[in-house]
């Protein structure tokens, strides 16, 4: 009897050690290039172990690839936490727009089997209303920036608003320098330029993509932007001058 109460015992911790491990590692899609059709996954969790993810699938537009069976193009399958591994997938990943969802088995219906989600280019694209369910997206969402996208946020947050352009070197020389402020805001949003940038046009988006206020100004120093009419939430300007472009997010309470 006390043998047989051992070996009990021992699968006990055997399946709450697996369960542990499971429940704390955190594979998330980080970046997604349509054009070189690569998919970068993050290992945010915390578990021991690295995590074996061969065994699980993509999803875009209903095309599937199974990770084992993708060219890795660095890193490893086997990942590590804080490690990252870039995969290229077989299916061509529509470069207008497209979802893509990571699942850890085929079940691509399910809620429980998807890991992660994003799509751009527009809403309502493939397996959206799986990850709707899942509480990871809001629905008709997507990132409208421009390819390839990264991933901005630390693990925990989700949606479009956590997504943004994947910046090259040539790039840094083609983003506006400013600062906005306070933050979060309740009457007037204030813009501190820093390069004396003029000839300004602005748009503030809402967190379901939409447009909701628009302007342009000629200073070089700071802008003021009326936020009074606009209902409490998270919301992303965008400011553009000349070739010079740069998004950034804000609160109104």
Known sequence: ??????????????????????????????????????????????????????????????????VGGLAVVSGSTNLAIGADVVLTLDSALNTTSSDVGFYNSSSFGSAAAMEDFMQYGGGGIGRENVAVNKGIWTAGTFVSEAPPYQYTGSGAQNGFQFWDTVLGLNDFNRTLDFNLYPNPVSSVLNIELHNNEVNLTFQVFDILGKQVIKGSSKTNNTLKIDITSLEHGLYIIKIVSGDKTETKRFIKN
Not at 38 to 44: A, E, M, S
Not at 45 to 62: E, V
């Open 1 to 66: 009897m006390k043998k047989h109460y051992s070996i009990k015992t021992m699968l006990c911790i055997g399946i709450f050690a697996f369960m542990f491990q499971q429940t704390f590692s955190q594979i998330r899609i980080v970046e997604v290039d349509p054009v070189a059709n690569t998919v970068k996954l993050h290992n945010f969790g915390s578990a021991m172990n690295p995590q074996d993810i061969s065994s699980y699938w993509f999803c875009a537009r209903f095309a599937y690839d199974q």
